[in-house]
């Protein structure tokens, strides 16, 4: 379905000759589809109710991580790598001997646990036994209610929910002959997304895949010397073990932290470092996926751009992203608030967030009106905003530690962020990184927060962002800059700041292309497109 509102920011987009996109302007009198909810502002195109849900695992491990005993720690693991919130599907054993004569994505129906009929799809049927018909639980577009089965790893930490699951008996229809089932909800309801396999999937998902390997999973390949890094700290950080990276760099040996450390090694390893790439893989995707001047073929990329959107901000950011979440929308408020980079007064929202919100929606009309250089652009902006609110976090504990007698808790923390961006730093400057890792990294004998700062603000253009994107940590006792944490300074340039100034005949302009768009999609969408072949018959 068409949300209008993206399509007239692509066509805003084409109509203007500006080409830096961090200050795009809304064209907000447009009307859009309701199909879909709001997720923290951004009105996808597509149902992603279940990606967003991802960070309703992360709350978990964050809870069972807080409780601070090895057995919670355990259950944290279990959540982190087999999920429960997320792609959830049933494992059904058939008891009266017909096969399963149906492929994948074939819709299937049977009654669930509060006796209404529930819906799903046919799921890993090439590799699921015989005797077993497993079924992906249908989700539906309201967030609240997204899906009625939520168990996998649930189970163990008792936040299970059963009642939209399928009945311990029952029939499965839609797949050939009716197919009479057991299934017990607890021991065979599993997910097929989980935060772990955001890390595991790097390698074949962003670095071997037929269009890879991408930049960003290949700087921090390059630098760990492991695709899956963010696996290796996150369950070393979990078990109380040695990374051992395959690089021997940006080790960490979680052996001498406490539970509290590795807490917090765990809950920002998770979201700022294996979300995180599989936010950016997303929109690679969506990019790879684009048709060039196409109108109205390319709801593949505009999916993949509306999870990538999802797997940022999460469900607990709601509709307005004003809520307080787990994932990385939630870090960039935050931070905002320690570097005086806050969009607006009450300091609810980040300029970080701001932006992304606009580059979020000016991409997903690029994509759907296939300006696909134009949308390779706009990712590029995103995913150098993204790093910001790392390297604000590695400074504001660099200073907790050196001059605020920082303890176990604050080094783990200011450890983590580092470890969540010295791959980006290494790939411009490897001394800079260098500089970084040896004040931050698990068992730094002294951090020196001046020189870290001036490492990162050394490869802040190389990296895309500048000083007032960072800001400088501010002394909540004082409403002023700590001192030596102040802001640098982004200097004077000629243009390039405006962003995209839409003036009265462009804006003229933009209406035309709007209503173009509109007619251009419609006729595709019709069977009768206006571009044709060379010699196919023009429409009249």
Avoid at 256 to 276: H, N, P, S
Wanted: proline share 2%; with cysteine.
């Amino acid at each position: 379905m068409v949300r209008y509102l993206s399509l007239a920011i692509a066509s805003l987009v084409a109509s203007s000759n500006a080409s830096n996109l961090r200050s795009p302007v809304i064209f907000q009198n447009v009307a859009r589809n309701l199909s879909y909810e709001f997720i923290a502002g951004y009105g996808p195109d597509s149902s992603v109710t279940d990606h967003n849900a991802i960070d309703l695992d992360q709350k978990i491990i964050e809870a069972q991580v807080a409780k601070l005993t090895e057995s919670s720690f355990d259950l944290a693991k279990k959540v982190y790598m087999e999920g429960g919130h997320s792609k959830s599907y049933a494992k059904l054993t058939i008891t009266n001997g017909v096969s399963a004569d149906c492929g994948d994505k074939t819709l299937v129906s049977g009654i669930d646990n509060s006796g209404v009929e529930v819906v799903g799809k046919v799921y890993k049927s090439s590799t699921s036994p015989a005797s077993e018909v497993w079924v992906q639980y249908q989700t539906n577009d309201v967030q609240a209610s997204y899906v009625g089965c939520q168990v996998g790893a649930l189970a163990a930490t008792g936040d299970h929910k059963t009642s939209g699951c399928f009945q311990p008996t029952g029939t499965l229809t839609g797949c050939g002959a009716d197919i009479a089932y057991t299934h017990d909800n607890l021991l065979d309801t599993a997910n097929g997304r989980t935060i772990r396999g955001f890390s595991t999937a790097v390698e074949s998902k962003m670095l071997t895949c037929a269009k890879c390997p991408y930049d960003d999973a290949g700087y921090f390949n390059k630098y760990y010397g492991d695709a899956a890094y963010a696996d290796k700290w996150i369950t070393a950080a979990l078990d109380g073990t040695k990374t051992g990276f395959t690089s021997g760099r940006g080790d960490a040996d979680f052996s001498t932290y406490t539970l509290k450390g590795r807490g917090e090694a765990v809950k920002k390893g998770t979201a700022y470092m294996a979300v995180f790439m599989y936010v950016i893989r997303e929109f690679e995707d969506a990019l790879d996926d684009c048709t060039n001047s196409c109108i109205g073929c390319n709801d593949d990329p505009v999916h993949a751009w509306d999870e990538g959107v999802a797997f940022y901000s999460g469900s607990l950011e709601l509709q307005d992203g004003l809520s307080s979440g787990k994932l990385l929308h939630q870090l960039a408020d935050k931070r905002c608030k320690n570097f005086n980079t806050c969009a607006d007064e009450a300091n609810t929202m980040s300029n970080v967030n701001k932006q992304l919100l606009q580059l979020f929606n000016v991409g997903q009309g690029q994509l759907q009106a296939g300006l696909c250089d134009d949308a390779r652009e706009t990712t590029a902006k995103v995913v150098d905003l993204m790093y910001v609110p790392m390297i604000q976090g590695t400074q504001r504990y660099a200073y907790k530690v050196q001059n605020l007698s920082g303890g176990e808790k604050e080094k783990a923390e200011g450890a983590v962020f580092a470890a969540a961006v010295l791959p980006r730093v290494f790939a411009e400057d490897e001394a800079a990184a260098q500089t970084i890792y040896d004040s931050m990294k698990v068992g730094a004998s002294a951090t020196d927060h001046k020189k870290v700062k001036k490492a990162f603000e050394s490869v802040y253009s190389a990296l895309g962002i500048k000083c007032s994107d960072v800001g400088g940590l501010m002394d909540d006792g004082t409403s002023d800059y700590y001192k030596g944490a102040e802001p640098c300074s982004d200097g004077v340039s000629g243009g390039g700041v405006a962003g995209i100034i839409i003036g009265s005949v462009a804006g003229g302009v933009a209406l035309v292309s709007v209503g173009y768009i509109f007619y251009m999609r419609s006729r595709e969408r019709d069977g009768n497109p206006i571009f044709k072949a060379a010699g196919a018959e023009r429409p009249v």
